[in-house]
């Protein structure tokens, strides 16, 4: 006899009687009865069914509840913003040519997974929202040129859990890259540096990435030339492989936020 027969001759038996009577909630019901000592337990099938469904209906709560929690901690280590955690690249409508080709441009991406997507307007045109979907889908981080730099920045305490190589390694190495807000920083040599490492590293082992900016290109320029042109902020390597099979794209288009707000 094994430990289970073992403790199941433990648990008392009882044997069970069919009978009709009374429920409380129910009324009068066909129902069974069990006996232990002088005392007679009635058992009401309705409120059996009752007892299991909400049973189920807790117990799928609870997963529902676990799902959540996980995907929501999944899509911060991601540094998703939580406006863009319910949504999904069918959301994105767009309602210039600019942002039908942004979109292409993230699907093939996706599909891909490799590629080089460089977007850059004015706020509320969609980039953000494309970049978030590109990093739902593949992984990896959507992070600010702020974020970065205060990460390295931080690098460089006693008490840093990571060295300037180790976070340039890890973001040059995560399965999808956007960098958001470049041109919002000073774009000092330093940051030209890491931010060149980082991307020629990506370049070489094919993995994707994404820039996300405000600032335009210089050949748009009204001035034909100044701080708030693109090249301003990235050096000749880094421009040297934006220029190899990259889709750059300058939206125009309404605001969305606005139009939300």
């Not at 069990?34 to 007892?51: I, L, M, Q, S, T």
């Not at 739902?136 to 460089?156: N, Q």
Request: proline content about 3%; charged content about 30%; some cysteine.
């Amino acid at each position: 006899m094994n430990e289970i027969e073992k403790f199941a001759g433990l648990i008392p038996r009882f044997a069970t009687y069919d009978c009709e009577y009374t429920c409380e909630k129910h009324g009068k019901v066909k129902g069974y009865y069990f006996e232990h000592g002088d005392v007679r337990e009635y058992v009401c099938p309705k409120c059996e069914e009752e007892a299991s469904k909400a049973e189920q209906e807790a117990e799928f709560a609870r997963q529902a509840e676990y799902i959540r929690r996980e995907r929501e901690a999944m899509y911060k280590s991601r540094n998703i913003e939580p406006e863009y955690w319910d949504k999904e690249l069918k959301d994105f409508i767009p309602q210039t040519p600019e942002q039908e080709k942004a979109l292409e441009a993230v699907k093939k991406m996706i599909a891909d997974k490799s590629g080089k997507v460089i977007l850059l307007g004015s706020n509320g045109v969609g980039k953000t929202f494309l970049g978030s979907m590109a990093v739902k889908a593949l992984g990896g981080k959507i992070l600010s040129m702020y974020e970065i730099t205060t990460m390295i920045r931080m690098s460089y305490s006693a008490r840093a859990e990571k060295t300037e190589l180790e976070i340039v390694q890890d973001l040059a190495s995560i399965p999808m890259l956007v960098i958001d807000e470049m041109g919002r920083t000073k774009g000092s040599d330093a940051e030209l540096n890491w931010l060149s490492y980082i991307l020629d590293k990506r370049h070489t082992r094919d993995l994707p990435f994404m820039i996300l900016t405000n600032t335009h290109l210089s050949r748009d320029c009204p001035k034909k030339g100044c701080d708030s042109c693109f090249e301003r902020f990235v050096n000749n390597d880094v421009l040297s492989r934006l220029r190899q099979n990259s889709s750059i794209i300058t939206i125009k288009a309404p605001d969305f936020r606005a139009k939300r707000g």
